[in-house]
């Protein structure tokens, strides 16, 4: 049997070099596979191959096939994907070859190529980590495909900014996104942690017979130091920092039974291929999926696993693209300052209107407001009025005027009801504008200040 040692090598993990084997180690998990890796619950020849040019192939001479069809689902003692409604075409790592241990840093790097897979609420996972706990295998981390109709937009922008790198630069379109497993900061999945999945990578449909290139860095941490840095195509679209696993499982050793609590992985094991959820399929019949990966790769740094810098060594990666409100400083996304002015300062009658696609808008709030030393809050006085169908936001209200009359004014509020959806609404426009000052609720609900200035 090989030593951990001699399988710590890049050619161990990719494609290169090597044959589709068919795994026989065990007959639950026979099926398709390669040196390096087992098959998992994909026993169908076409699962999985080794092809080469004029196959799609990223770099070098051959690359990994995916293919997934109708009717396709595997079976193990104890667990059927046929009884859940799942199915995959999929490899797992072998045991000797995990490097990854938790609260250690680490680098993957791997090329993606989607060929037919489409948008129709397949759940479809392109990479995970497990903790290989007995009886349990908690995933870690995901990159995975979310159906769009799960997430709205307003969501991501008023995600907990502790949680979700939303000062990075993405699109409504990215469906592919990171997902946090059981063992994350947030055990919970709700509107402040975005359903827990703190980053959006890019759109499926839009890359379609498109080469991806990602690279992630991680450390798998177990404490508040615990990160994860994604790059795809060269940007930076990921920047978490919190737990991904809170606690570090037992590891009885190799070749060693372990029992229930203990992990069977000597550290984080990685899985890739097409992994898809059917319950939530939009169309009666499953497609033939089919996908391609190549250059997977780890390493202990960037330039060992990012195919970008291998293929081209004077390769630059470019600077990180911020989102709205952030400026990119010594290469990180910070918000961008605002030089606040005391020019409008005063009190002022304000009108909050909700407004709704074919419905005429609705007045909700009447209060006074102050604007001193350009700051804003609502006056604490007896002339404020709140529909009777909404919580009291003015407590919330908060923001700031710079020298131009451009305001940055933010407020926790439901316009439809007390309680449900709370999220911290952004408003912007400018006081010397005729036009009001906007923000959003959701995709269909604005809100709208109007303001009168008092003597």
Known sequence: MLSFDSYASESNYSSEGKKTLYDQKDSNYSGPTMSGYNNYLSPWKYAFEIVEKPHLVRYGSTSERYELREGDCGNVSGFSDCEENLARSEIVLDTLLIQARYNQDIWYGWSFYNETIPTIGLYNIIGQWKNGVKNQN??????????????????WENCDSTFCSNHLETKDSYDVTVNLGHGGRYKYKGNANNWNMPCRLWSMEENKGKWVDIVINTNFGSNDDGY????????????????????????????????????????????????????????????????????FRVGKSRKEVDIRMIEDPNYQPPKDKCAKGFINKNNRCTLDTVEISNKYDGQYTMYLYRSYPDRNDKNIINATIEIKDGLVQASDDSNRWIHRKIDDPLGSFTGMVDSKGNVYWSMVINPWEKGGFLPNVTFSGNLNDDGSITGKYDEGTGLRIELQKKD
Not at 242 to 256: E, K, T
């Open 138 to 155: 908690d995933d870690i981390l995901q990159i995975r495909q979310t159906p769009q109709d799960s997430f709205n937009p307003i969501m």
């Open 228 to 295: 994860v840095n994604i790059w795809i195509d060269g940007e930076k679209r990921c920047e978490y920092q919190g737990v991904l696993q809170d606690y570090v499982p037992r590891f009885p050793g190799h070749n060693q039974t372990a029992i229930s609590g203990e992990s069977e992985y000597p550290g984080p094991s990685h899985k890739r291929g097409i992994f898809i959820n059917k319950n939530r399929m939009t169309k009666k019949t499953l497609p033939t999926l089919i996908a391609y990966y190549d250059e």
